[in-house]
């Protein structure tokens, strides 16, 4: 998707951090640059700025960030910007940050040192599932802790299906839906996440496959693909699994799996017409 851009050009801001204690004591100047990433034709077709991003109040909320705390390191006054900017600004899907220090203590001939960081927010669907002791409270809670974390936003809920063991080792039937989210985290922080609610529900991995309390598996972040030792994005085998499939079309259709480039639907109309040949032979 294409954005628009909202630009600030070397907003001087006076503030204390450093590594030396001089520096937090006497404070020097910063320049802040930073491009919005966002959508103005509502707000330019209509001439409303309530559609758009007020860069005057942008500016005023930097600038109050950046005095208002003292910071080592330029990447932790980076990093705590852009979110706390993406966080109070809804219209603001992405930010490109930098942040220059034109007086760094540096000995020798320079002009300025800088950190630039790009973050924004992502879409991404997470599986849920259950099929030990009180199934519906240990989703609730789950779907409540997920919609309560500062950085992430749940906007749908699938309906909750019922369906029958997948891959031989769990007993009980479980209960199985996906949620649609905008996070902040990066998808090994979105992980931890999880893993940590997970854990808050007694969820023991002992068997592959086998019966849980809560399970939470990432199907897709944005249009990632992503394969280490902890993570792998698209879920693996997720095109076979129509409890997976089912609740994902429900409330994201069209969305395209970012390997076979197939829409949600596609892909779980394609495994019901072979499930239907198995069925016949």
Not at 121 to 149: P, V
Not at 183 to 192: A, D, F, I, R
Not at 228 to 240: A, G, S, V, W, Y
Request: hydrophobic share 40%; with cysteine; aromatic share 8%.
């Amino acid at each position: 998707m294409e954005f628009d851009k909202i630009r600030i050009e070397n907003l001087e801001i006076y503030a204390y951090h450093g590594v030396f204690p001089d520096e937090n004591e006497k404070g020097q100047k910063f320049f802040l640059n930073a491009i919005l990433y966002t959508h103005t034709r509502k707000a330019g077709k209509s001439d409303d700025l309530t559609l758009s991003t007020n860069y005057g109040e942008v500016c005023e909320f930097m600038n109050t960030y950046v005095t208002g705390r003292v910071c080592k390191l330029l990447e932790t006054v980076a990093e705590g910007l852009a979110e706390a900017v993406l966080l109070k600004f809804p219209h603001v899907a992405k930010l490109l940050l930098e942040i220059r220090k034109p007086d760094a203590p540096i000995a020798i001939p320079f002009e300025s040192v800088s950190v630039q960081i790009e973050r924004g927010w992502h879409t991404a669907y997470i599986a849920f599932g259950s099929n030990m002791g009180n199934r519906d409270k240990y989703i609730e809670e789950a779907i409540r802790k997920i919609k309560e974390h500062a950085l992430c936003n749940a906007t749908q809920v699938s309906s909750i299906l019922r369906t029958e063991p997948y891959g031989g080792q769990a007993e009980g039937e479980f209960l199985n839906g996906v949620l649609e989210m905008k996070t902040l985290l990066p998808p090994e922080e979105l992980l931890e996440v999880l893993n940590q609610i997970e854990a808050e529900a007694g969820r023991e991995r002992t068997v592959h496959w086998g019966s849980r309390t809560l399970d939470l598996d990432i199907l897709l972040y944005d249009e990632e693909v992503i394969s280490t030792p902890k993570l792998t994005i698209p879920h693996i085998d997720m095109e076979n699994r129509d409890f997976v499939l089912e609740p994902l079309c429900e409330i994201a259709p069209f969305i395209r799996h970012p390997i076979t480039h197939k829409t949600i639907k596609q892909i779980l109309d394609e495994l019901k017409a072979t499930q239907e040949t198995y069925a016949i032979k």
